[in-house]
């Protein structure tokens, strides 16, 4: 079974920062795109940015020039690094990794962490 647990949230003020982690494990033989999204109170689940495991990026609108993902691949770790934190930017924000495990190298399955809390004060 994979797990992907994040950690780095929290509560800040408007223009801090905050840098969320993201490990992958369990029986992984290798793990492809990695991605952040993040849900915010009443909404929808939003798609924030990813990285593969060349370290090729793609960001939302939204969060590019603010927000950086960057990746160590042997640790099976995501980073986001956070910056001028909004109001809006209140959310629970989820890791989401592709990845394939020793039964097939060539299916790829995925995974989803259980969220962690990040609160901008207004």
């Known amino acids: 079974q994979v797990r992907l647990v994040e950690s780095g949230g929290g509560r800040v003020q408007p223009g801090e920062s905050l840098r969320l982690s993201c490990t992958a494990s369990?029986?992984?033989?290798?793990?492809?795109?990695m991605g952040w999204y993040r849900r915010a109170p009443g909404g929808e689940r939003e798609f924030l940015a990813t990285?593969?495991?060349?370290?090729?990026?793609k960001f939302a609108a939204s969060v590019e020039g603010r927000f950086t993902i960057s990746r160590d691949n042997a640790k099976k770790t995501i980073y986001l690094q956070m910056n001028s934190l909004k109001p809006e930017d209140t959310a629970v924000y989820y890791c989401?990794?592709?990845?394939?495990?020793?039964?097939?190298?060539?299916?790829?399955?995925?995974?989803w962490g259980q969220g962690i809390q990040v609160t901008v004060l207004s």
């Open positions: 369990g029986s992984i033989y290798r793990v492809n795109d």
């Open positions: 990285i593969d495991n060349r370290g090729t990026t």
């Open positions: 989401n990794a592709f990845y394939t495990d020793y039964s097939d190298f060539y299916k790829y399955l995925e995974a």
